[in-house]
């Protein structure tokens, strides 16, 4: 099973759901959580991996052989990233804006485009506790996400019970982590910010037809609404964490909610359980 982990915002405590559902399942089941938060991956600090294996991403970037060139223009017609444009004898490549799709150079009739591999990323994988972590990072300055996304989760084994820790928001990276996984953890706040992004998370599960839930952090700030909305729209709440100090103190020292306090393993081994419930009925 694949279980992603994600919120319409950031800092609604993704990771912490995330590291804790692992820690609380993994002396009973083989499990591996793959942190795709490629822009800022922080499961790291809490696991304290021993990493033993890294390796470079990369997507190909078109260059251009001026010498066979016609500028005839197919590569800007297929491009849709717009990022070829055609002069009549000056072609511009912006690799910013390429996708890597090869498409411009397969379909060029002069064979004037070929390829070099650009780094976008790196990708972690390692130990820790018992959970096989697997991280990518995006390069500084890179804008996109989903290649080093993309290669994490080819990471992912049917074997083991397979967590992701998805960025916040609801963007393309968001998309891309999420898409295929078998149930979803939309974790939120009681606040109106959080109900307003819980509700662009629960809309875009829903066009991806993925079973979803809620966790409700920091529950007793804000108000009801989250939990009238929920009521309203038919999400089970599955998992309701108090605004505890202690829990944010453990979490600004980089310790887990289970390790912490121990107690709250029990809390997530029947979210596990819920998870599996309504995953089997919405198949069936």
């Not at 485009?113 to 300055?141: M, R, Y």
């Not at 939309?186 to 066009?207: H, Q, R, W």
């Amino acid at each position: 099973m694949i279980i992603a982990v994600a919120s319409g915002k950031g800092g609604t405590g993704k990771t912490l759901v995330a590291t804790s559902l692992a820690l609380s399942l993994a002396n009973r089941i083989p499990v591996q959580l793959l942190d795709c938060d490629v822009e800022e991956p922080n499961a790291y600090i809490f696991l304290n991996p021993s990493f033993n294996h890294k390796e470079t991403v990369s997507i190909p970037i078109p260059q251009l052989d001026e010498k066979k060139c016609t500028y005839c223009g197919n590569c800007a017609e297929v491009c849709v990233y717009n990022a070829i444009a055609v002069f009549p004898k000056h072609v511009l490549i912006f690799p910013e804006l390429c996708h890597g799709c090869g498409a411009c150079s397969y379909l060029c009739p002069e064979d004037a485009l070929f390829e070099i591999n650009k780094e976008t990323g790196i990708l972690e994988t390692g130990q820790a506790k018992g959970i096989e972590l697997i991280h990518g990072e995006l390069t500084i300055g890179e804008a996109m996400a989903p290649p080093v996304i993309k290669e994490v989760k080819r990471h992912i084994s049917r074997e083991k019970l397979t967590i992701i820790d998805v960025a916040p928001g609801t963007s393309c990276p968001v998309v891309e982590t999420v898409k295929g996984s078998d149930f979803c953890l939309l974790v939120t706040e009681p606040t109106p910010f959080g109900l307003n992004d819980l509700a662009l998370a629960v809309d875009m599960v829903s066009k991806l037809n993925i079973p979803y839930g809620v966790i409700i952090n920091r529950d007793g700030v804000g108000d009801s609404k989250v939990e009238e909305y929920c009521r309203k729209e038919g999400i089970p709440i599955l998992l309701r964490i108090p605004l505890d100090i202690e829990i944010a103190r453990l979490y600004s020292r980089g310790v887990t909610l289970v390790e912490g306090i121990p107690q709250w393993q029990e809390a997530f081994l029947r979210l596990y359980n819920d998870i599996e419930q309504i995953a089997h009925q919405t198949k069936g």
